[in-house]
């Protein structure tokens, strides 16, 4: 039975096991009328009651009979699976080196680190705060998060998600200055802007209104820096949207502006990529930091 639903088996073993479905539901911790729908739907699906209903409550049938020294035994092999991935991931140790971007590595990374040390424990971390793919081609780091796909050939990229960016201000300069209500207002403002990078710039171009290094309040291609120069109220920027979800003084301006969403890849160097401890740090990341972006 390709389609057979075993999520229904925990509600029907507990059922057999306590006699009605009040008591099998205090037992897993769900509703009554959640357990009556789980045994309802198994009973269809095996297309033959399971259960007598009494006063005095469930009476199994011969088939809910077999079928409970069946689903024991699955329950039974699903147990020791769970022990025997438990005891492997345990058994993991060693470091590994995780190099990520200055937002990512000052904001998203830290309560993920706090997480992965409950669900890997022997496995230690270093945290590089690098922006270059070189670190991995040089082998100073065995992750990388990237917002931009490495073309290395030796290295392999996993993409798990996209982060938008967005326009925001501290509420204090919006009360001085007022609120943009269109792509042309921005260059009535004073801007945060980038000094050797040129996104920012090209992105202006884009809507067509270019714009040159003195239209903007201040430059600096240090992250950290310019979202701090955000936050502190000097003018509007442009930030990863997350990073709006720290501050509850900031927001977002303009949230049709056409500013295209970064991608984020996972990357490791293909000669390291089958190693336990690295492989079990991928799928972490893999796991636990999309839901963050």
């Known amino acids: 039975m390709s389609d057979f639903n075993w999520q229904l088996i925990p509600s029907f073993l507990a059922a057999h096991q306590h006699g009605s479905l009040l008591a099998a539901a205090r037992a897993l911790g769900i509703s009554q009328p959640t357990v009556g729908r789980h045994v309802t739907q198994l009973e269809a699906q095996l297309g033959t009651p399971l259960f007598e209903r009494t006063g005095r409550g469930l009476v199994p049938t011969p088939a809910a009979l077999r079928l409970a020294e069946a689903a024991r035994a699955m329950e039974a092999g699903a147990q020791t699976l769970m022990r025997g991935a438990q005891q492997a991931q345990a058994t993991l140790s060693g470091t590994v080196r995780i190099s990520a971007s200055q937002p990512v590595a000052c904001f998203l990374l830290p309560p ?87 996104e920012i710039y090209r992105g202006f171009a884009a809507m067509g209104h270019p714009v040159g290094p003195e239209q903007f309040a201040l430059r600096t291609d240090d992250l950290i820096a310019y979202w701090a120069a955000v936050r502190a109220g000097l003018g509007i920027g442009f930030v990863a949207s997350y990073l709006l979800r720290h501050d509850p003084l900031l927001v977002a301006v303009l949230p049709d502006l056409p500013v295209p969403a970064m991608p984020v890849w996972l990357v490791v160097h293909r000669e390291i990529r089958t190693s336990r401890r690295i492989r079990a740090v991928v799928d972490f990341l893999a796991r636990e ?3 963050m972006l």
């Not at 931009?148 to 919006?174: F, K, N």
Request: hydrophobic share 45%.
């Open 289 to 291: 930091l999309p839901p």
């Open 112 to 198: 993920l680190l706090a997480q992965m040390r409950t669900a890997l424990p022997g496995i230690q971390i270093e945290l590089v705060v690098s922006n270059a793919v070189s670190d991995l081609l040089r082998r100073e780091a065995d992750v990388a998060i990237r917002m931009l796909r490495p073309a290395q050939g030796t290295l392999v990229a996993r993409r798990i998600g996209q982060v938008g960016v967005s326009a925001c201000a501290h509420r204090g300069y919006l009360a001085r200055r007022g609120t943009p209500l269109t792509p042309a207002d921005l260059l009535a403002h004073e801007l945060v802007g980038n000094d050797r990078v040129q």
